[in-house]
Structures are given as C-alpha cells and as structure tokens.
C-alpha cells in the first residue's frame, strides 16, 4: 500500500507522469499516453492490493493479541477490542473524507497525496519498529488447499447416496465444533465429508487420515461461503463496467 501511495504521490508531484495541461483558448485537453496512464493504474492497483491484505486481518490480527481463553473476562476483554476498532475506523474515514479532502482541495493534490504517503509511511514505521512485541501465530493449513480437497473428495465421493437427515455421525467434523451436520445448500459438496469408513477414514486424534479423502464439515461450510459471494462479486464487476459504459456515453 505504501508503494502505491508513493507512486500515486508521484503522479502530482512529478510533471512527466501527468499530461499538458488543457487549452484555454479551444477547450480542448491531450489523453494521457499509455505510460502515463499506466502508471496511475499501477498506483491504483498496489493500493488496493495492499488494502486488501490488511483490512481483512488487522481486526484478527489485534484479536490475537488479547485472546487469552485462561481470563474469565476474555469475552469482555475482545468486546471492548471490536468496539474501539470499529470506532477508530470510523473516525479514520471521517478524518479521510473532511481533513485530506479539505488539504487537497485549498493546498492541492501534491500536499493531499503527500500526507497521505506520510502517514502511510509512519504507519509502516511504527509496525516494524513493534513488530518484536506481537504475537504472531503461525497457519496451520492453507485455506486454497482446503477448497481444493473439498473439490476433489466431492467429485470422488460423487456416486455416494446421501446419509438420513437425521444421522449426523456420518458427517465428520473438527473436534470441540459446534456444526454436527453441513447445510443443504449446494448440496453436492456434502459428499466431501461423509464417512465411509470409521476404521479407516479417522485417525486416533479424530482428525481425518487422508484430507484427499475426507474433508470436515467446516470446510465444506467455508467453500459454500465463499461460491455465495462469487455472484455478489461479478455484479459488482458488471455494475463498474456499466457505469464506465455510461461515463463515456456522457463524454462523447
């Protein structure tokens, strides 16, 4: 992110990433060229791109460093962290969308984007410099391998006929969870973790002996979420394109 706000800073600062200023007498004003405009896309993309890989883990990532299960007020404890949070998030658009706004509009985009990379900057700073005092935890699987075994155990498992509604042990799931028996939703991908063996199909742990093989009900749960919001995704991407479709309708 702090590479893109960098680049985007550039695009204000330096005088060959933007084009000529526009003709007074003709009203008429130059496309930028191709490199120019590559440029402002790559900006565009690193920020979003490092957006997307903190935003979603920092709330987590904070969690982690107040969980403890041995504090009976743990629960109150993590509470408080998701109030402050979201309170700190919310003051920090509200900052965005009336302090760098307002620098921008009466000092102009040089100083808009420059406080903007510094303080980016000193974010940065301030997290490496902490980074010996975190908890780190370390993943246990990769969450891409577990939809692929869902999708591979399925299509194995696909002439398998589905147990009684009411016979959740044919089901296997995590130890100490709360899911007994996987949602008919998509039904198809509950085949992914019936058992078919006890013997053979859970180890001595309870875990699974061959995850290619059998799958637990939470994955199969997690992969669902995820097909859910694909829809969600692509009209969005369709709604964008119209209204870039529309945009340049009103220009020509």
Same mark, same amino acid.
Not at 54 to 73: E, I, M, T, Y
């Given at each position: 992110? =702090? &590479?893109?706000? %960098?680049? =985007?800073?550039?695009?204000?600062?330096?005088?060959?990433? #933007?084009?000529?200023?526009?003709? =007074? =007498?003709? &009203?008429?004003? !130059?496309?930028?060229?191709?490199?120019q405009m590559s440029l402002l896309i790559s900006s565009f993309v690193l920020i979003s791109i490092g957006a997307g890989g903190v935003r979603p883990c920092s709330l987590a990532f904070g969690a982690d460093q107040l969980d403890r299960r041995d504090n009976p007020k743990n629960d109150r404890v993590l509470e408080s962290f998701f109030g402050w949070y979201y309170a700190s998030a919310a003051i920090s658009v509200l900052i965005a969308l009336t302090g760098i706004v307002y620098i921008q509009d009466h000092l102009g985009y040089r100083f808009g984007f420059g406080v903007s990379a510094i303080l980016m900057l000193l974010s940065v700073l301030v997290f490496f410099i902490a980074s010996p005092l975190y908890l780190k935890l370390n993943p246990s699987k990769s969450l891409l391998t577990g939809f692929l075994q869902v999708?591979?155990?399925?299509?194995?498992? !696909?002439?398998?006929?589905?147990?009684?509604?009411? /016979?959740?042990? /044919?089901? *296997?799931h995590?130890?100490? /969870?709360? %899911?007994?028996?996987?949602? *008919? #939703? $998509?039904?198809? @991908?509950n085949k992914a973790c019936i058992i078919k063996n006890p013997g053979q199909d859970i180890a001595s742990d309870g875990s699974a002996s061959n995850p290619w093989s059998l799958c637990a009900v939470e994955q199969v749960e997690e992969l669902k979420a995820? %097909? #859910?919001? $694909?829809?969600?995704?692509? @009209?969005?991407?369709? $709604? $964008?394109? !119209? %209204? &870039?479709?529309?945009? #340049?309708?009103?220009?020509?």
């Amino acid at each position: 992110m =702090l &590479q893109g706000m %960098i680049l =985007l800073w550039l695009t204000a600062m330096v005088p060959e990433p #933007k084009p000529p200023t526009c003709d =007074l =007498l003709t &009203q008429r004003c !130059r496309s930028p060229t191709a490199a120019q405009m590559s440029l402002l896309i790559s900006s565009f993309v690193l920020i979003s791109i490092g957006a997307g890989g903190v935003r979603p883990c920092s709330l987590a990532f904070g969690a982690d460093q107040l969980d403890r299960r041995d504090n009976p007020k743990n629960d109150r404890v993590l509470e408080s962290f998701f109030g402050w949070y979201y309170a700190s998030a919310a003051i920090s658009v509200l900052i965005a969308l009336t302090g760098i706004v307002y620098i921008q509009d009466h000092l102009g985009y040089r100083f808009g984007f420059g406080v903007s990379a510094i303080l980016m900057l000193l974010s940065v700073l301030v997290f490496f410099i902490a980074s010996p005092l975190y908890l780190k935890l370390n993943p246990s699987k990769s969450l891409l391998t577990g939809f692929l075994q869902v999708m591979v155990v399925a299509y194995k498992n !696909r002439n398998l006929t589905f147990p009684l509604p009411d /016979s959740t042990g /044919s089901y *296997h799931h995590r130890r100490d /969870s709360n %899911i007994a028996a996987p949602t *008919h #939703k $998509l039904r198809f @991908l509950n085949k992914a973790c019936i058992i078919k063996n006890p013997g053979q199909d859970i180890a001595s742990d309870g875990s699974a002996s061959n995850p290619w093989s059998l799958c637990a009900v939470e994955q199969v749960e997690e992969l669902k979420a995820l %097909i #859910k919001v $694909l829809p969600l995704w692509y @009209l969005s991407m369709l $709604l $964008l394109e !119209r %209204i &870039q479709e529309m945009m #340049k309708g009103g220009e020509t």
